[in-house]
């Protein structure tokens, strides 16, 4: 009865070896903080997308700990079932203060936090104009939703008017997503003047500040603080697993936006209710976040001195052949682009063998290969010397 229906996937797996695009997995092994071992090294850990070092705070595990111990492992049923605790709530209530809004909820994830939110809000009679660099979360929110689904070019306004003019009055309800901080080129979205369009069309706003939350804004409400956008009409999504350092995900916005996502939200009401222990940890991080604003400042610090680092080496020789260029990244994602795949291939492992973890992210997940340095609150001097030493020396590696 013909060939195996399966074997499509070897040849597959063999076009993505040959491209120079296929993954594997590495574990970590102990804390994950500044420092990890990995692959029987000892590295220093600029990979990570734990901004402020919270992830490996002993805070946020003595809450998740003690959550535990009440309320057990897991919360058992849908939040509209079994699943909700007093926990939820608090940290939802934590979140919306956090972010300046009416209401949050809690999701499992930042991923089903942003399908679930957009397959509420638009369907097929609907349109979505999104950042053509927006996260696949975001784009598969658009899939699922059945919206005609169209991106604008990078941060460019006037070709998100010009779809605006050609397209919304065809469409019932319009949503225009964007990432506040774009997670493989660290840039910010024009938020101000997406949303003066969107008033001007009559459409909604969702923002994922993923990478924004606890990094940006004086009490590390987020980009949307930063730019100058709170308090103005938004849907605002985040994820707790990065500079929140537990798991999770969230939608903060209007009491009626919150209150419509819980009766409508798919990736809400048909999954189990975040797990206590990670509920907790976000609920402590969220206090530190705002009180411990020596996390941010530091951050800052350190990404400014090494933005200048880099600069002064990237003309140096030991980098020229692997053609690196640095994106104009306004965050504590630093990318360096390099000529290819490969190139960037052979600088991350070159870094490697220096004790130096930098991720190399190719396509399909970003047009151009390139290096993602991502800098922490609580990386030392000498971390930071060391990478800088690590690129100067690129060629030797
Ligand atoms: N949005 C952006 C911009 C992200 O970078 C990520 C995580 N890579 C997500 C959403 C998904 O968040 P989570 O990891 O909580 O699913």
């Known amino acids: 009865m013909g060939t195996d229906p399966y074997v499509w996937l070897d040849k597959s797996l063999a076009a993505l070896h040959r491209a120079h695009r ?27 997308n734990d901004y402020l070092g919270l992830a490996s705070d002993p805070r946020l595990a003595e809450a998740a700990i003690a959550a535990i111990q009440t309320y057990g492992t897991g919360s058992t049923g849908s939040r509209l079932l079994s699943g909700h605790r007093e926990l939820h709530g608090e940290l939802e209530q934590a979140l919306a203060a956090l972010k300046g809004t009416e209401d949050a909820i809690v999701f499992s994830s930042g991923y089903l936090a942003n399908m679930g939110a957009i397959a509420a809000l638009v369907g097929s009679p609907d349109l979505i104009l999104g950042d053509e660099y927006n996260h696949s979360s975001l784009k598969s929110g658009g899939k699922v939703s059945g919206a005609n689904a169209l991106d604008y070019r990078h941060g460019d306004v006037a070709h998100l008017e010009e779809l605006l003019k050609l397209y919304r009055d065809r469409h019932r309800r319009c949503l225009i997503t964007t990432d506040s901080v774009f997670s493989m080129d660290g840039d910010l979205c024009p938020l101000a003047a997406i949303l003066d369009l969107a008033e001007n069309y009559h459409a909604m706003v969702l923002v994922d500040e993923a990478h924004g939350t606890g990094v940006f804004g004086a009490r590390g409400s987020g980009a949307v603080e930063h730019l100058g956008c709170t308090g103005r009409p938004l849907v605002t999504v985040g994820t707790l697993s990065k500079a929140v350092g537990s798991l999770g995900g969230y939608v903060a916005g209007s009491t009626v936006l919150i209150d419509f996502l819980r009766n409508r939200s798919p990736s809400w009401i048909y999954t189990t209710g975040l ?12 206090k530190i976040i705002q009180q411990e604003t020596w996390r941010r400042e530091m951050l ?54 220096a004790g130096l973890w ?4 190719r396509p399909p997940t970003v047009p151009t290969s390139r290096l993602r340095i991502t800098v922490m609150a609580t990386h030392k001097p000498h971390h930071l010397h060391q990478l800088v030493t690590g690129l100067q020396t690129l060629n030797q590696g």
């Open 275 to 286: 797990s206590p222990a990670d509920t907790a940890a976000a609920l402590a991080a969220v």
């Open 300 to 353: 800052w610090h350190q990404v400014n001195h090494l933005i200048q680092q880099i600069d002064q080496i990237l003309t140096e020789p030991a980098v020229v052949p692997f053609g690196l260029r640095r994106l104009p990244s306004a965050s504590p994602i630093i990318c360096l682009e390099g000529a290819s795949a490969e190139a960037i291939l052979t600088a991350s492992q070159h870094l490697q063998s």
């Open 22 to 48: 296929y993954r594997t997995v590495a574990a970590v092994y102990g804390m994950t903080g500044t420092v990890v071992q990995r692959q029987g090294q000892t590295l220093i850990n600029f990979a990570s």
């Open 358 to 361: 930098v991720a190399a992210v």
